[in-house]
Structure formats: structure tokens, C-alpha cells
């Protein structure tokens, strides 16, 4: 199996900024890829690296280091459409995809 | 169109029934996902097919039998399941990386499978 961690669960407050940590142990890595899930429904796509470094996409940011072996996800100014799980996915070779256990995370007012 | 379309969306069946689930997507994308996802779980790698070809099996018990009959279509033939493959299945599809990137997955709503 793939060693992926996440933190369980969190709380922040709306407006406020949250850091979402993911670990990985894993060989023939080919990128980490950040979904978003409200209960009940699929996985949508928020962000993805493959590189080291940041990439930013509007509210959403994520970060990776592949010799730490560690991403996060950033979501500013949040908002209670964003109280979901959050999923990182470690890509392997040849379409492998393997997911955390996710992140739910609960916006409060 | 970014969309992944599965049927049916709900889905109850005995252990001696045969069932079929289906996903479809017209994004032109070369590889498809079935994934199996339990309650309050992430979603489980089940195969992955690669230019209709299947790529990946994950061990997956031989009652779950995975079948691409074109590039737009996934088709997940069920036969003599146990109540505990009672869970969500996923669709998802998404392009082929290349050396200079690699692609999202696109995931379709699911089928609730209930097995009885």
C-alpha cells in the first residue's frame, strides 16, 4: 500500500486561512494532486504539482516537496461552501493513482 | 464538455444477480478509472485502462469484471457479490501524462451499489 497522511479533521473560522498537510512514502512518484469532496458526491479537482514549489490557483493554493515527501494545501478567505474533505492523491507510474484518507474540514461562521 | 456521466445512480442487487454499471465521457480523454469508495473511506483503486487497454488490475476479486468497449466508454460487469462490496463506485477519466505533464481526473457521481 501507499503511506499518505492526513490530519483527520479541522476547524477554521470564515474569511480566515487554512493549511491542509499531506505526507507521502512512495516510489515512482509522478505528481500530487489535491480533490475536493462533499459528502455524498465525487471528487472534484482543486490543484496538482509535480514540481517543487508553489502553484496558485485563485482562493486555492498548493505546495510540494518531493524530498520531504510533503504537500499542503492553502485555501484563503474561506468560505462555508468550503466545509468538504479534502483528498490528496499521490500519482505513481502508469496511471496509479492513490488517495489519502482525507481532511474534513468544517468552515464556521 | 468536462463531464463524466454514470448509470444507474443507485443500484440494489442479490449475490446471485448480474448487473452491469456504466461511465462515460466525450473529453477525448485515453485513460479511465474504477474506483470503490466506502463510507467516510477514500476512493480505492480498483483498474485503470489505457487506451482501451486494461493497464492496472489491483487485485480485485474476479466477481468485478471491468470492460472498455471504445475510448468514450467504461463498463463494470458485477456477478455473485458479497453484501460487504456494498459501497459508492466511481468513474473517473483523464488525459494520458506526458513528459512534460500530468493530468487531473475528471470523476463521475457514482453508483450507490447496495448488495443483499
Known amino acids: 500500500g501507499q503511506n499518505i497522511d492526513q490530519p483527520t479533521e479541522m476547524t477554521a473560522t470564515e474569511g480566515a486561512i487554512v493549511q491542509i498537510n499531506c505526507t507521502y512514502q512512495?516510489?515512482?512518484?509522478?505528481?500530487l494532486f489535491w480533490y475536493q469532496q462533499h459528502a455524498g458526491e465525487a471528487p472534484t479537482f482543486l490543484s496538482y504539482n509535480v514540481l517543487d514549489g508553489l502553484e496558485e490557483k485563485g482562493r486555492f493554493s498548493s505546495f510540494l516537496s518531493r524530498s520531504k515527501g510533503y504537500s499542503y494545501l492553502l485555501l484563503k478567505e474561506l468560505q462555508m461552501k468550503d466545509s468538504a474533505s479534502y483528498l490528496c492523491?499521490?500519482?505513481?507510474?502508469?496511471?496509479?493513482?492513490?488517495f489519502g484518507s482525507g481532511t474534513k474540514l468544517n468552515v464556521k461562521p | 464538455d468536462t463531464e463524466v456521466t454514470q448509470t444507474p445512480k443507485h443500484l440494489v442487487m442479490g449475490m446471485t444477480n448480474k448487473k452491469s454499471l456504466k461511465c462515460e465521457q466525450h473529453m477525448g480523454h485515453r485513460a479511465m478509472y474504477w474506483y470503490k469508495q466506502k463510507a467516510k473511506k477514500p476512493p480505492e483503486l480498483m483498474f485503470v485502462?489505457?487506451?482501451?487497454?486494461?493497464?492496472i488490475n489491483e487485485s480485485v476479486p474476479s466477481r468485478f469484471s471491468p470492460e472498455c468497449p471504445n475510448s468514450s466508454l467504461l463498463n463494470l460487469h458485477l456477478h455473485a457479490l458479497q453484501p460487504e462490496d456494498s459501497a459508492l463506485y466511481l468513474c473517473?477519466?483523464?488525459?494520458?501524462?506526458?513528459?512534460?505533464?500530468?493530468?487531473?481526473?475528471?470523476f463521475g457521481p457514482g453508483t450507490r451499489l447496495t448488495v443483499t
Open positions: 473517473a477519466s483523464s488525459q494520458e501524462k506526458t513528459r512534460q505533464k500530468s493530468y487531473e481526473q475528471y
Open positions: 492523491a499521490v500519482r505513481r507510474n502508469f496511471n496509479k493513482f492513490y
Open positions: 512512495t516510489s515512482g512518484f509522478n505528481g
Open positions: 485502462y489505457s487506451y482501451e487497454k486494461l493497464s
